[in-house]
Structure formats: structure tokens, C-alpha cells
């Protein structure tokens, strides 16, 4: 009972918060003057912000500026020991500063290393700090483009890259994270720029406590979809979540960019039915990942789970078994990856849940605009589909979804399972996957499964049992990394522009009306479908086989 009321709660304030927020964003990234700041930035940049782009030039941009974002994290990383804020900290290895760069231009923050001990307060602030905004606003950037896509016609343009990214962060993201760290910081969240202070045990022993720019760094982490922590244990720590309260609000923070795309979407093609529906359908995905991990975290199998109530093994106190597997469903289905307990610990079936979440796409909400582009996918699929069954030509928002723009929507629904199963199998094919994982047999398997899921679709969480932290998974990692994040973003923008080329159809009686019970059923089964076809064989001989065991 207290699990559900807690996630209704949080719930209800998401939804209730998702409106004005999505409303705003519609308004602030779709057209309109630009502000005098930004015009500034503009002229020293050399963009002419009224020039629109092809799929391809937008395209361009955007790898343009990932490229520049890993070089410039990388020279960051290698040379933190002779820059100031290091904090006694020297600097990385090549391969692990490489991982680390691409890890978080790419949205994933995947961390081979523990924060306190590897990154000083400049590389936090100014590299992690300023790569979590960029790589969030280019996410959004994507979803723009593709709503463009799908309401203009007859044009090959889709936008101005560089517009909606300055947008999206002073516009959006900037203002967020002022109040997100206002108020955690009010609810004790550590901000300080020292080194930390030592003390004298009640052994007479040494213990040095680390603080750092912890305040303003967690809601940015939150939000933005980038889940990397200042401390090792992520939110499981005091410093980064202290209280009860301030867990449930970090929760709202994962959750509410996404499902505020969902409503920008809505305002943007005039529909907001539209809109509405979408948020049906991760509402039901997102509702039945959260029954599943509850379930499966509170079944009183074996004595010890029969006389503590659940599996608290590896969980905070402060924050209980509800708690943590809200979180944790909550940060695997918004592609965030942060944590307030151990993953590894959960349930074999527990963990399994955490695992669907990212395998569905995460569409549930998903990503700062990577969830929203991907459930329109999933929304092409099952449009495909029903066209095919009522015997007319697929349409979505008057736009013909013919051979050319499922060709794109393939691609795009086969990259990511290619590529972890791939990286899985190419992992153990050269024994480093059987050696980095933490335990044997099919939980073994299901940490190394789990840690290219969670690569390859940006999340960044980890079973913490699997050992990332060598030169293979590193390079391995990278590749998983970029072709996970940018072929998909590829495939989006392809698809945009071949919509925008298109000139509306007419609706007519027989045409398949994408709003109702019927088609959010429809949508609903189609994202289950595709992750079961793609990932079922993983999963029984992964989680589903380590929890009959």
C-alpha cells in the first residue's frame, strides 16, 4: 500500500508539472525571436540563426559538435592534474578518458571509475557539468526536427541545429536546474568547492569526508537524462539524497522533461489528443514495469526476504524497498541511469524489470527527447501495422508512411538490439565479458547483458557486480556508445525529412484514427512485441532463467 501511494503521488505531481512545463517548451524551442544574448552567441559563432537546414546539414551539425564536445572532455580528463579544482586528482588514462568523454557527450554517463576519487571540481563543473545540458538539448534537438518533420510540407528543412540546442539549454534546461538545486540544496543536499574535512575516529584512526558541487551537479544528473554521479554510490548517498522527500523529488526531476516532450509534442501539431494518447501509452508501460519490480522486490521468498518483509539487501533504509524500486523503474525507463541502491542486489526477477525497461527503447517515459522520438517510432510501427489491417495506405498525422519511411523505422528499431547482442556476444567470444562479471552462470550473464543494454541505449546504470573498468570494455564500450546513440538519431532525421517533403492526405472515413482505446492498445502491444522478439532469448537465459534457479 505504501508503495502505491508513494508512486501516485509522485505521479500525480509529474503529470500535473508535465502541462505548463510542456506548454512552455513549445512555445520557447518552436520559433519566435531570438533573444539578444542569444543573437550575441550567434554573431561570435558565426550562425546565421534565420537559415534553416536539410536533414543532412542538421545532421552534419550535430556530429559536428558531439566530435568537438569528446575532444574537448578528453583534453579535460588527461590534463585535470595541472589544472586548478583538481583536487589532488591526476589525470586519466587515455582509454578510461575516452570512455569517459563519450560516455557523457553521448548521454550515457556511464562511469568505469568512483567520482570521488578520480574527478576534481573542475572536471565536474565545466566538463560533466556543461556535456549533461549540451547532450540533453541535443536529444531534444532530434525530436524537434522529427515533429517538424511530421507538420511541415513540402520542404526540405527541418530547423536550425544550432538554434534549438542554445534554446533548449538557456531556454529549458539552465532555468530547471537553478531551482532543482535550490531546493535540493534546501533539503541538504552538500554544495561546497573544498576539498573535504577530516576527522579523528572513535578507533583514533584518519577519515577524510568528501564534499564537492553537489547541489548544483544533481539536478542537472537528474533531469537531463545524464544519471552520473558525484559520489560512487550515486543517490544512495547521503550527500547527493538525504531524506525521503528529496528522493521522491529527484524521482519527479527524472521524470518530468520527458513526459513534458510528450505535451510539446501535443501543442506543436495542433493536436493535443494527440499528446494525451502518447502519455496513455507510457503511462501503461511505465504502470506495468512498476507492478512487475514492486512484485518482485516484495515477494517473501526464502526465510531471510520472509522475515525482513522483501529484498532489502543492498537498499537504503531511509528510502525502503517502495522506494527504491520506484526509483530504479524510474531511472531505467527515463534513460537517466542514476541509482539509490544497488542494482546487483535486486531480484534476479528485479533486475529483470530494470533490464525490460531499457529494452523497450526507453519509452517509458525515456529520454530528454530520445523518448519522445522513439515512441513515435514505436507509433509508426503500430500505425504500419493497423493500415495493413483495415486495407488502406499507413498514415500518421495526414502524412503516408509508405516503403521509404519504414525503411528508416526499421533500421531504427534494429540498431540497438544488433548492437547489444553483438557487443554480448563479441564480450564473451574473447573471455573479458566472463571475467568482468561478479558472479557465475545466468546472473553473470544477466550484469554483462545488462551493462551494453545500458551503453547502448544511453542509460549509464550498472549491476555493480560486472567489471567495466579494463581496456576491452573501455574501447568496447565506445563503440557501443556512439553507434547507439548517433545511427538512431541518424535514422530519426532521414525519416524527418522524408515527411517533410510530404503534402498532407485526406482523412476519410477509412482512415486509422491514432487516438482512442483501440489504437493505445495497439501502440501498447506493438512496443511489447518488438522488445520480446528482439530480446526474449537474452532474457530467459539471462534474469529469467537466474530466478527459477
Known amino acids: 500500500m505504501a508503495a502505491w501511494i508513494q508512486a501516485s503521488l509522485v505521479l500525480a505531481v509529474v503529470v500535473g508539472l508535465h502541462v505548463p512545463l510542456g506548454d512552455y517548451m513549445a512555445r520557447a524551442l518552436d520559433g519566435g525571436k531570438h533573444w539578444r544574448g542569444e543573437r550575441t552567441l550567434y554573431r561570435v559563432c558565426g550562425i546565421d540563426p534565420d537559415r534553416e537546414q536539410t536533414w543532412r546539414h542538421y545532421l552534419t551539425a550535430l556530429i559536428a559538435f558531439s566530435v568537438m564536445s569528446i575532444a574537448a572532455l578528453f583534453a579535460l580528463f588527461t590534463l585535470q592534474g595541472k589544472l586548478p579544482w583538481s583536487t589532488g586528482h591526476e589525470g586519466m588514462p587515455w582509454r578510461l578518458a575516452l570512455h569517459t568523454a563519450v560516455s557523457f557527450t553521448t548521454n ?20 560533466l557539468g556543461v556535456q549533461a545540458f549540451a547532450s540533453a538539448a541535443v536529444g531534444i ?85 545524464d544519471g552520473g554521479g558525484v559520489f560512487n554510490a550515486n543517490s544512495a548517498h547521503p550527500f547527493e539524497n538525504p531524506s525521503a522527500w528529496t528522493n521522491a523529488f529527484e524521482i519527479v526531476l527524472m521524470l518530468l522533461i520527458p513526459t513534458a516532450c510528450i505535451r510539446m509534442f501535443g501543442r506543436m501539431i495542433g493536436s493535443l489528443k494527440q499528446s494525451w494518447t502518447l502519455l496513455t501509452v507510457v503511462g501503461i508501460l511505465f504502470g506495468l514495469l512498476l507492478a512487475a519490480g514492486t512484485l518482485a522486490q516484495t515477494a517473501h521468498t526464502g526465510t531471510v526476504t520472509q522475515a525482513v518483509g522483501g529484498q532489502y539487501e543492498g537498499t537504503e533504509t531511509r528510502f525502503g524497498i517502495p522506494g527504491s524500486t520506484l526509483f530504479g523503474v524510474s531511472a531505467t525507463g527515463s534513460a537517466d541511469g542514476a541509482a539509490n541502491s544497488s542494482y546487483d542486489s535486486f531480484s ?60 528508416w523505422v526499421v533500421v531504427y528499431a534494429l540498431i540497438p538490439p544488433t548492437v547489444i547482442l553483438a557487443c554480448t556476444g563479441i564480450a564473451l567470444a574473447f573471455g573479458d565479458g566472463g571475467t568482468s562479471m561478479g558472479n557465475p552462470g545466468a546472473h553473470g550473464l544477466t550484469e554483462l547483458i545488462y551493462a551494453y543494454t545500458s551503453n547502448t541505449n544511453s542509460n549509464g546504470s550498472a549491476m555493480a557486480g560486472f567489471n567495466g573498468a579494463t581496456d576491452f570494455h573501455n574501447l568496447l564500450m565506445v563503440f557501443a556508445m556512439l553507434a547507439g546513440r548517433y545511427l538512431p538519431m541518424a535514422c530519426v532525421l532521414a525519416l524527418a525529412g522524408r515527411l517533410a517533403k510530404q503534402q498532407p492526405g485526406v482523412v476519410t472515413v477509412g482512415t486509422l484514427r491514432a487516438q482512442g482505446v483501440n489504437f493505445v492498445v495497439l501502440a501498447t502491444a506493438a512496443a511489447v512485441i518488438l522488445a520480446l522478439l528482439n530480446f526474449l532469448p537474452a532474457l530467459s537465459l539471462g534474469p529469467i532463467a537466474d530466478g527459477l534457479l
Open 108 to 127: 550515457t554517463s556511464w562511469q568505469n571509475y568512483a567520482g570521488e576519487s578520480t574527478t576534481g571540481h573542475l572536471a565536474v563543473m565545466a566538463g
Open 141 to 225: 534537438c532530434v525530436a524537434l526536427a522529427l515533429v517538424r518533420g511530421l507538420v511541415r510540407r513540402s520542404t526540405d528543412d527541418l530547423g536550425n541545429f544550432w538554434v534549438d540546442l542554445l534554446r533548449t539549454i538557456f531556454r529549458v534546461l539552465v532555468p530547471i536546474a537553478v531551482v532543482g538545486g535550490l531546493i535540493l540544496m534546501a533539503g541538504g543536499v552538500v554544495q561546497s568547492l573544498g576539498a573535504g574535512h577530516t576527522f579523528t575516529t572513535v578507533a583514533g584512526g584518519k577519515q577524510t569526508i568528501l564534499e564537492g558541487p553537489v547541489g548544483s551537479w544533481e539536478p542537472i544528473k537528474l533531469f537531463t537524462g
Open 348 to 407: 534476479s526477477l528485479g533486475g529483470g524489470v530494470l533490464l525490460s525497461a531499457m529494452m523497450l527503447g526507453e519509452i517509458a517515459p525515456g529520454g530528454t527527447g530520445s523518448g519522445m522520438y522513439g515512441l513515435i517510432v514505436v507509433v509508426l510501427v503500430a500505425v504500419f501495422i493497423g493500415g495493413l489491417m483495415v486495407g488502406r495506405t499507413p498514415e500518421y498525422l495526414r502524412k503516408r508512411i509508405g516503403y521509404g519511411e519504414m525503411r
